[in-house]
């Protein structure tokens, strides 16, 4: 599989359609809790019953020995609570665990559900912005006098607009191989630094623009690895970087060679990633905060995406905060 450059990302079109909420996990999850709870307490109140009946009997069995004159064969009351307690002990156990299973499974589908939809409301935004744009770069060209320097740039324009929907694409079709764990790799002798230059000058010509673009690291880098992957890796890091860092910040790329294998660092002078969102960024359609509120474009598949690659490689990635502020991605890889 080919994964194309990043495109530059024109001013985006704002949500005109109504947004319907999906339904509340809060009022979902407290009547699961209001559910178990009730299942619980009805349990206890039939236990109670059955030992007051018990008693009850044993009452009975007592006037009828004094009448008849018969022993009384009546259950001790400490043994017979031992064992209604040890058997609704067990059972309750039993319905805990079972009731938590089914808690934490409908909690994971409801953040599933909740992601999938971000997800849907963020793709449909992504996809009517580049639409929108080449609807009108069309409408533009078929005006007559248009000079050819105009009619050249609109040309380019849709051009650009139809890559970032073919990027789109694949990005989508990329995740759900990652999904599948079906990502083929051509693994080929080839030297790192000239592939992340390669990545730095498309990235100052397209994604990047409005930010500096720094590349350190040793001259040449030697390792055998997925070209087009690589390049995935730090194309979508970069593309994340420059959704949350301010216009005019630095966007790092540092290439670092060691005994065991080798480092790629992306870093950025932006707001940073809180310590409890780092587990889940790199989760497929998690984004931070609402769909409806949020200014920063995106899918939540690129770090997802990232993940997955830097997996299938045979190397880790983790996040973790820059100082005076800003975020670090870093990427380690093993020689081979």
Known sequence: MRWPGKIATPRPVGLTSSIVKGPSSR????????L???????????????LRRDAEIDKLRSQLSSYTGAGSTAMDPSRRLLMVGGEAGVF??????????????????LRTASAQRNFLLAV???LRTPIAAIKLQLQTLARPNLAPDQRDSLRQGATDEADRLALLTEKVLLATSAEEGSITLHTQELDVMEAMRSVAERARATSARSHAIVLNGPEQLITRSDAHALRSV????IENATKYAPSGTTISLEVKAGNNGWRLLVMDEGPGVAEEERERIFERFYRAG????????????GLYIVQRLV???????????RRPQGAIFAVSFPHR
Do not use: D, P
């Open 92 to 109: 309750l156990l039993l319905l805990f665990l079972f009731l938590l299973f089914m808690y934490r499974a409908v909690r994971r589908e």
């Open 124 to 126: 449909t935004h992504e």
């Open 290 to 301: 609402s769909e409806e509120t949020r200014t920063a474009k995106g899918t939540g598949l």
């Open 311 to 321: 997996q299938r490689l045979g190397g880790t990635v983790e996040v973790r905060g």
């Open 36 to 50: 178990a709870a009730y299942i619980a307490a009805q349990f206890i109140w039939w236990a109670v019953l059955l």
């Open 27 to 34: 009022r979902t999850l407290w009547l699961f809790a209001a």
């Open 234 to 237: 730090a194309e979508n890091l």
